[in-house]
């Protein structure tokens, strides 16, 4: 069994629909599930209405006709006039608009998560129908049946031992169909959908992957596969045919965008093959992460992670270095879910690099002031340099401004004003 995921850079419009089922089309042996994320850019857009609607602009409603506009556009070029799709697509945006007119609730992640999935469920009918209508028989799975989550909204953790029995005992699944569902979301127990954090559909194919014991996740990406640094932004990047789990760990931990971090693990742990692959030139292959005895000479690997934060936490009497103080400020970043990205004492200070995520950053602050001085630096970036040597560090960090720096064997990382 394999396991396709086709995110929203494939299906930006109805020739990337075109194009995928062509690539479903051509690779119909085996049973195949399919995540799919929102068209495009909808979840951004998305983001946009629940802003508005938050703080009671009426323009949010304006929005949400736009992205229903753009669904219907998309679907106008797929479909014959008579096809019942658009009314589909007037439930589903209907479904958002009343959320939004009788929602009482004032929790800004409950109503992100509510109003957000709206663009998985519409490109995920779209692309079903459209596979059907192309001869491809397949069903629509809602995966908020399936996939069980905490009620962290906008990052829920999964519940696996729930996630598992539901999928093992879905007719659906079991029936050996071919079945279209939802990247990036699921319920909590009590049915309210939850998001799984942006750019979670590659996850979710891992999810599936682990859980059904598939032979391999296929990710199809507009890159041909995981290069040494993002080609979009490097045009020497060099391709990387194999990679093990560890490097691949590494190099998304440390915020390569080409794979969410949270889908090696499950992988992993069921020794799944990860192939990344372009959905543009799909007759070549792409870059297989798998076990292997082979020692893989990697390049240097660079990652990126602009829009960072520096917290510099110092305790009022000095006395830093004792580990309560440690636990203290730790246990904050873990309450309010806020991922550190590199982390350094020193006599004195904790300094602490996180991504720009203000709400989180201030509950931290509120929870922490009382007891600590805390200073802040944003619009920061962070390098990170695998395997790194002379030339590439004098090539990416020559006459940076640096603010921290930490040297491993292997990793390299450094904290730039930009
Ligand atoms: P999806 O369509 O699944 O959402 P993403 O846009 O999240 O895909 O990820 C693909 C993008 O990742 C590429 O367009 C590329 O710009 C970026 N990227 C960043 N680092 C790398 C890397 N090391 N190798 C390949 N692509 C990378
Ligand atoms: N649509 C979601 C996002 O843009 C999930 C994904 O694409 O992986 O974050
Ligand atoms: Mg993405």
Redesign the pocket.
Known sequence: MEIYKF????IVDAEGIKNITKIISNNLDGKKIIVV?ALGKTTNALEDVVNNYVSKDEKYLNYIREIREYHLMVSEQLFPENHNIKFKIFAIFDNVESFCASNTSTLYGYIYDQIISVGELASTTIVSEYLKQEGIKNVLLDARQIIRTDNHYTDAKINWEKTKNLIENNDLITNNQTIITQGFIGATSEKFTTTLGR?G??FTGAIFANILNADKLT?W???KG???????NYTE?IFIKKMSYREATE?TYYG???IHPKTIRPLQNKNITLEVRSYKTPEENGTLIKNSNEVIEYPPIIVYKENQVLLSFSSKDFSFTEAENLRIILKSFDNNRLKINTIQTGAITLSVVVNNKPEKIDAIKDELSKNFEIRFNNNLSLITIRHFDFYTEDTFLRNKNVLLEQRTRETLQVLIRD
């Open positions: 995110g929203g850079a494939s994320s750019e559909s590659d990710i990406k507009d890159v995981v290069y040494n640094s993002d080609p979009n990047a190099m390569a965008k080409v």
